[in-house]
Structures are given as C-alpha cells and as structure tokens.
C-alpha cells in the first residue's frame, strides 16, 4: 500500500503484481474526506502508473455510491458488511438472534471452549489452521482463498505489532486451536482491519503493514 495528501484528502493506494504486465495501481478506497478534485488527481495517478485506464477503486461504502458514480465511474456490487450492535450482540435477545443462539447452543455442548490472548507462540498454529482452509477449499474446488496470502503475510508479521496497536485472540475447543481473530484501533500511520479465521470458513480481511512515511506514489 501506499499513500499522499492532494491537497486536504488522503489518498491510499494497493499495488499489486499483476500476472502479464508487472505492477497494478488500484485506488484502495474514496479520497478521505471526499473531494472531486482529489479523486480525478488519484484517477490520473493511476493512468500514469498503469499506462491505460483500468484503475479502479476496490472499496467503495453505499453512501458514496453516488457522488463516486458523478464523477463518472460505474459502480458495481460485490459484497455487504455489517456492523453490529456490541451491546445487542452480548445480550442476544430477540429473534433476530435465534439462530446464533442456537449455534453457540451446539458449539458449547461439543466441548470446551475457551479464548485467550494471541502470543508469538502461537503462530505456527494459526498457519497451520489457514493451510488447512486452503487445502480444504481445494479439495472441494472451490476459488481460491483471496485472503490467503495476505492472512499468511500478516500472521507471519504479528508480532511486529505492539500491544497498543494490534491485539489477537486464539479460539480453543477441548484444547484444539479452531480459530484466531486479530483487531486494533485506528491509528494515523497505521490500519488494522478485523481479521477472524475459524476451521469452517476464512473470511477475506487482513492486517496491513504499516503505511510508509508520506510521499508521492511513483
């Protein structure tokens, strides 16, 4: 990732390696805060980068739908996020919880389960369980885990992270690592989205690195 200020907004971007023609410039998401002027500046960053037109912008929330699309680009849908209600969560009342009742029902009667705080200790476990999501999605052909690489890059770079900044949990059921989950605050320099692994599924979030110091994207 890398990123710069034009002239208020901050601009993130995602270089990738493409698989025939080297590296990709996509805009990661909207200029924060939003400005036209800052979105056409990342739009011709990213025609210079690429050499076409075939920048684009990966993340783009429902309420920017619409003054991202007046300023002429397509907008097309790929997947919902939510954002729950902690203390609605905890108590887990009502029938729109029923059915995690349930699950959390059947997943307590199997065994014991326990969580605790992610230690360095811990990460050949979790690669372990991540290889597993990947030979499993393979087995039964499935597309490949996009967040695989990614998920293992950033186990591997955990420890890197001090407390104040990342914080991770391990998930145990009679003593078997099912699952892990890392979080953290939202920092100026540095990001962390939720990032939540268990045996039956991988969920495509990851941890970036730290932004690099601000500068100019080549």
């Known amino acids: 990732m890398r990123w710069e200020r034009h002239p208020g907004s901050i601009l993130v971007y995602l270089v990738s390696r493409r698989k ?12 924060f805060p ?13 025609r210079d980068f690429n050499g076409d037109r075939s920048g684009r912008i990966l993340v783009v929330q429902k309420g920017e739908a619409l003054r991202i699309a007046r300023e002429g680009l397509t907008i097309h849908f790929n997947s919902e996020e939510f954002i729950f209600d902690r203390a609605a969560v905890m108590v887990l009342v ?26 360095a200790a811990d990460q050949p476990a979790c690669l372990r369980l991540v290889e597993g999501l990947e030979e499993s999605a393979k087995g039964r052909r499935h597309k490949k885990l996009t967040s695989y690489s990614h998920t293992v890059a950033s186990v591997a770079a955990a420890e890197r992270f001090p407390p104040s900044l990342l914080n991770g949990l391990m998930v145990e059921l009679n ?5 892990f989950a890392f979080s953290g605050p939202i920092h100026p320099h ?5 990032s939540l692994h268990h045996r039956y599924q991988l969920s495509g979030a990851w941890i970036p690195p730290a932004l690099p110091p601000p500068a100019r994207v080549p």
Not at 107 to 119: A, D, I, M, W
Not at 175 to 179: P, Q
């Open 94 to 119: 009502g029938p729109g919880f029923a059915a995690l009742r349930r699950e959390l029902s059947r997943v307590l009667k199997q065994g014991l389960v326990e969580t605790r705080p992610y230690t």
């Open 20 to 31: 025939v023609g080297g590296l990709h410039m996509n805009l990661y998401l909207p200029p």
């Open 190 to 194: 540095h990001g962390v989205r939720l």
């Open 34 to 46: 939003f400005d036209p002027a800052a979105l056409r500046h990342a739009r011709q960053r990213m």
């Open 175 to 179: 003593g078997e690592v099912r699952g």
